[in-house]
């Protein structure tokens, strides 16, 4: 039962455009979102995290929403640049678990183009 | 600051091998884990520990064993490889805030394993 779904395998976006990466969640216990970024041959890295207390945050070009009712995140890079071009991972965690484990979808591939 | 260091980055086993995956973190995180990665499946929770001295399975911990003597390391074992255990291996790191449940992960930079 995949709790963490990223449907979208691909996105193709051109430079300057603006880049919509979505992701849906199914364990209405996730209280803490995050999306990390993965360049080929090396481990994913943090970009920017949300929780659910919290509708919508904002790091530079990269926003991260939330809308709780549809469980549903979603992360904006405006404006994308060819250097986004990377798998990015959406990823969640529930506090009341007692630890902290994420549980990570299946990720999509971002391609950037010049 | 190396963050966390994955030993080694390549390995080729034979069916029926063993082999033991290093992961390093100087942070002083509590939290360590261990994941796979394969195409189409994202990353998999394979093994997981909140401390020294604890281990505690993950999502897909069958074929494998873990050891935390260690806060800074955590040791992933496979005693008898397998092909179905292809796959890039990540380690992970977290550090608990008091009060405030920090999930942000640092993870390794992996270690490629190819089993024949």
């Known amino acids: 039962d995949q709790q963490v779904k990223q449907n979208s395998p691909s996105l193709s976006v051109q430079e300057g455009r603006i880049s919509i990466l979505n992701c849906d969640y199914t364990?209405?216990?996730?209280?803490?979102f995050l999306w990390y970024k993965k360049y080929p041959a090396e481990g994913p890295t943090f970009l920017i995290s949300i929780s659910s207390i919290k509708d919508k945050n904002e790091d530079g070009r990269f926003t991260v929403f939330l809308n709780k009712s549809a469980k549903h995140l979603s992360l904006h890079i405006v404006p994308s640049q060819p250097g986004d071009s990377a798998v990015y991972f959406c990823a969640a965690s529930a506090r009341d678990s007692g630890y902290s484990t994420l549980t990570f979808g299946k990720g999509t591939m971002l391609l950037v183009s010049p | 600051n190396a963050g966390v260091t994955q030993t080694p980055k390549f390995r080729v086993l034979k069916t029926g091998q063993s082999m033991t995956l290093l992961c390093a973190q100087d942070m002083n995180h509590e939290y360590m884990y261990w994941y796979r990665q394969d195409p189409g499946m994202g990353l998999r929770l394979i093994h997981y520990?909140?401390?020294?001295?604890?281990?505690a399975k993950g999502e897909v911990p069958d074929g494998y064993n873990v050891s935390r003597l260690k806060k800074q390391n955590f040791l992933l074992g496979l005693e008898s490889a397998a092909p179905s255990q292809t796959s890039v291996y990540f380690c992970?790191?977290?550090?608990?805030?008091?009060?405030?449940?920090?999930?942000?992960?640092?993870f390794g930079q992996g270690t490629r394993l190819t089993v024949v």
């Open positions: 520990s909140v401390g020294e001295g604890t281990t």
């Open positions: 364990n209405s216990m996730f209280d803490y």
């Open positions: 992970a790191s977290t550090f608990r805030r008091a009060g405030n449940l920090d999930t942000e992960a640092f």
